[in-house]
């Protein structure tokens, strides 16, 4: 029998004496005033007792791990219409790359970079009622916890230095792939990604991914042909221009954050996030990939 | 002795027979409803009588040829500083390509390609006391007539549809060089797009540029060595993708426009303004490039 | 129970029924000329009995589907400093672009595409006694069959059209990541492209990769670490610009090659090859593609 | 009247007090032990004496200046048949960029870049008798001067280390741009590049392009409309990455070489070459750049 404690405990033990703890993101005040020292990991496992270490109670900038929720609610709103507006390749490319949608005339390369992100909102803006208020709903049914919020301070300081976004926005437009007006789509993008949530909150929305599309008390759900096709572009496209190198030493299905938060999960098995806000030059969580790789090696759990 | 009113005159009876005008921009209204049979051509000599013929009088929208005004105006209130901020390379490719752009952060290769030009307009954003008001001035200055204007509409349409060029405009404040913010910027550049003038306007308000710096009137003026450097961008940049088909073909520096407005020159000698609004594929005007060609080939007047 | 036999009969008859089969690649005659009606399917199981339909039992050329082989031998060889020389990531583009190459100064963005490829020949080349014998060896130990070829005429046709592959080759000299003279390396990569092998072949000799790293009679062998990341990496990069498609798709790891052959395997359950000569237009099997999707969708079989 | 020797005097003077003389090529032995304090300079004046300065007097390896030979020579066989297999446009990269030509499917942007220049010598293979001794002839004729040689120890050099021209060439094969089989193209090209010539040499053999085509003993010729037109790509082309630098500082078309030369012409007045083998990080000689600046500044002629 696998001793998760004794693993995550010396996971974490092992990380808090390495002197590089990467580089906290800067570009905003409330994510470089973050306490570089914090790391947690939360472990949920589906056919057994849940293991964790750390800071896995505090809240955390979630980021880019939101676009993994916008995903899928646009694909449990639209089907497979949202192929029509972004694509599922890697896009080989740092995660803010115009020129690859110029080249590709407006289709971003797949819903988990930047442009497809957008693209995402834009869908979830023309098809919910109340777009912010409605998606917030969603993820909190998913994890199953009424206390997650949109942080306002965030989402205003990264529509005041948003303006690659603004400029990926505006070619989109120009293309023809955004339906609504700019300002709109960004303001709810931009709240998306101030999403707070502890290790356990997350761990506990990626359950539905895990568990073939139905999430922890039943109340939202996605098919298992839909599940699986969001499992393979984690997979492929879930870390920027790294997501090569994440399969290679990982082998999970994953997304990470540049609040440096990272969620990797193995189907039908468990859900892991691990937290720690410096970035290794890739944009990705320094400890959190060495935690995951850690982890792997330790449990030889991975889906190859 | 050259007689130039026989050869436009000739060019003039020759192109208008010609069936394929080009295909007229339509991308806002107020371009697309221009009248695709109009033909004018204005010669303007430094040292002796000028010529003219077809619709050299009537008004059309110079568009881009408004870009050799800004980098003139700029170049006399900053000088040499305009270089940091911009290189004077070829482009190479498309006018609206933002991936060189993005690649070379946020240095536009030149300031007659749209990035280029939209620093240009942040650069009289912020050394004019009232940017729009004293820019129309030096333009009407340097044509020597106070007739000249925008066309407010014009402006207003570009504004609701330049997706491209708000995401040139964000992506160059993301490499911080743009010093205003984008709409200011915006409103200026979409403005000095939407300026009036007729052939005739043109090749005197491109005097200038032919006569090493002092203008018809004596009323502005740039350096000469200024106005070598411009020249010397005008032939290795004034036709985006087909500049160096321009210098090969025509041989002069020039500038177009999507107006269908082209402008050549040949320093100490002459100025010339084109007026057809069919565009080739490059964005050029198609009767206007042949118009230029047909010129020199028979007055076998070039730099080279 | 799964009833393999009838799913891989039905897949059989209706993928008979479409009228269109792709094109045959046509570049050497020895492919052109192959009946583009073959069509075959060889499912071998780690625990429980194979099965197959159609034209398993002919041989084809493998193609591209050696470089699994080459990259397999290679870690065998020198473990990971075959990561010096190559990455990990999916390419994002077709399986010859030599921009990216030339941008990443020679190192190939991982050993799935061309110049990846190249280099793991390098390596043999550089690494075995008799490059050409001794890996043929290698893949007839895995496939547990001493009569697998070479076929002379294919791999003579491919260096007298390989124009861009000797590019590529004197690309990564340039680079000085190719450490033996061109000719040698590309006439063994030429070799290794050329091997024929019948699906059953195939899934004999993948079933090392499924079977953490043991041939089906203990012949040769990989580390199961070695084997995670080759599964990792077919999943990521096995289907040049159609990697995440594949992945999305199919969920499967899995290699393909120009001559119409696939290969696809899950973690220790099967190995699955499927050959139809007429390829798509991003250079894999039309038929193959569609048979893989088909499998997986009858038996809900996938990593994720 | 202009005093050109105390001109030529002084930027001599002042050249030789500069302490950074760039770096002088070193990928073959044969350029690398040239003495980086070499300074030449020779001016052709049509109407008028002719002057010069220093080492003017000196053999060294013109290397790109000879594609403006082959240019030449290639226009004066087959005429306007030279622009379907080349463009005339400015290739805004460094010379030896393999993705444009990628990109443009095997058309190089123009004659004066590694690609384009591979072309031309393709066609002077396919056009002439003998071609590497029917070319030095020509060489010969048009500089008036017999002892004009290739210097076959540095053609050899080059040939052992040319991978990246390897590789343009077999990319050019792969779009059918290449006629002839790569080594026998890559043996003229690398000789051609081999020729050494004087400053004096130099000049003389650009008299023809500044004579409107009638070189200075009416041996060869070239149309007046051909003449207009490789000026005219010397000046948007001839600096590789640096062009419209050159353009934009001296204001002539001209052509420069990695073995440090750089000739420049103003049509129907003089032609001059510099030569200093340290080179700027563009590739181009670092005090030829600087000479020619001064001299054009002292003297107030260039083209604008």
């Not at 914090?38 to 676009?67: A, C, P, T």
């Not at 969603?138 to 199953?144: D, E, K, S, W």
């Not at 999430?215 to 920027?240: D, S, V």
Request: charged share 20%; aromatic share 12%.
């Amino acid at each position: 029998m696998v001793e998760y404690q004794k693993i995550l405990d010396k996971i974490y033990s092992d990380l808090k004496k390495t002197k590089d703890h990467g580089e906290v993101a800067a570009y905003i005040p409330e994510l470089k005033n973050v306490d570089p020292d914090k790391f947690g990991m939360y472990l949920n496992r589906l056919h057994g007792d849940n293991f964790y270490v750390g800071d896995w109670n505090e809240s955390f900038s979630i980021q880019s791990i939101s676009k993994v929720f916008t995903l899928g609610k646009a694909m449990s709103l639209i089907g497979n219409d949202v192929w029509k507006r972004v694509d599922v390749e890697p896009s080989g490319n740092p995660f803010n790359y115009l020129a690859l949608l110029e080249q590709e005339e407006g289709i971003p390369r797949n819903p988990l970079i930047n442009s497809g992100a957008i693209v995402m909102a834009d869908i979830l803006v023309s098809e919910l009622d109340d777009p912010k208020k409605d998606f917030l709903q969603f993820v909190r049914n998913i994890a199953n916890d009424e206390s997650i919020i949109y942080n306002e301070k965030v989402a205003i300081s990264e529509a005041k230095t948003g303006f690659t976004n603004y400029a990926i926005a505006n070619l989109l437009k120009s293309f023809d792939n955004l339906h609504n007006d700019v300002e709109t789509v960004m303001d709810f993008y931009f709240h998306q990604c101030s999403l707070e949530m502890t290790c356990e909150q997350l761990s506990n929305s990626f359950y539905l991914f895990a568990n073939r599309g139905k999430c922890q008390r039943n109340c939202e759900y996605l098919t298992l042909n839909q599940i699986k096709r969001i499992n393979a572009i984690l997979l492929t496209c879930g870390f920027y221009d790294e997501a090569g190198e994440f399969a290679f030493e990982v082998g999970l299905p994953g997304k990470s954050g540049v609040g440096g938060g990272i969620v990797a999960l193995l189907p039908n098995e468990f859900t892991l996030t691990c937290w720690s806000p410096g970035l290794n030059p890739k944009g990705n969580s320094y400890l959190g990939m060495k935690a995951l790789e850690a982890f792997t090696t330790a449990t030889n759990l991975s889906i190859f």
